[in-house]
Structure formats: C-alpha cells, structure tokens
C-alpha cells in the first residue's frame, strides 16, 4: 500500500514515514488533530486500546461490541473519554484488556509490559 496522505508533523525522513502514513490511509491511527500525530510522545492507555479496536474492525476480528456496562467494576471508569468507551468496553468484553485492581488507567502511559500483554493477547484473537 503506498502514502500518499500523512500527517503534517511526520517527516518525510522518519523511519517510521510509510507505517504511519499507511495507518493513517486504513483509519488505525487519526492524529491529535490539526493533521498532527506527535509521533515522538508517549501513548496512553485509552490512545492504545482505540488504535487496538480499530485494528480489529479492519481485520473484521469477530469479537463482540462492548458498552459502558462493561466498564462498572472499574473504579476510574469516569475518566476514560468519551470517543474511547466503546472501544474500551469492546477490548474488555473480549478479554483483550483485563486492568488492575478494578481500574483501567486510561490516562497513564502504556508500559513496554502492558504493550507485550495486549498484543499477544489481539495476536491470539486474531489467529484463532
């Protein structure tokens, strides 16, 4: 697939140019409006399951739509934003994001670990 749209603070000289540029052109990824991306910040934990979600659409996984009853248990349910909840209760629903301790975290930064965690976890959704 080639890039023939990307967004504007993604340079032509970054390693990462056609991915981006391609996630973009599938709708994984929309930027942080403006037509940027920050592709060098940190992604927190509601960014990541939003981009995870709609991996799975494009893939046309066959997993279960989820709704705010999914979110009850979490303690920190109220701060997952708005555009996020469905897709949030969707990862959870299908066991793709599980939490800690009855909270979900969405604003804290994903770690190196919980990245791991949850693409083994879409992989073997994905393959089975």
Request: with cysteine; aromatic share 6%; net charge neutral.
């Amino acid at each position: 697939m080639a890039v023939d749209d990307n967004f504007s603070d993604v340079s032509k000289d970054a390693y990462y140019y056609n991915e981006v540029g391609i996630a973009k052109k599938l709708g994984i990824v929309k930027g942080t409006g403006n037509n940027n991306f920050k592709p060098e910040d940190p992604i927190t934990r509601e960014e990541m399951m939003v981009i995870i979600s709609r991996v799975l659409n494009i893939c046309n996984a066959k997993v279960e739509k989820g709704d705010k009853n999914e979110l009850a248990i979490y303690n920190d349910r109220d701060m997952i934003s708005e555009y996020a909840i469905e897709d949030v209760a969707t990862l959870i629903k299908n066991g793709i994001i599980k939490g800690s301790q009855n909270n979900i975290k969405p604003k804290a930064i994903t770690t190196r670990a919980e990245a791991a965690v949850v693409i083994y976890r879409l992989v073997n959704l994905l393959l089975n």
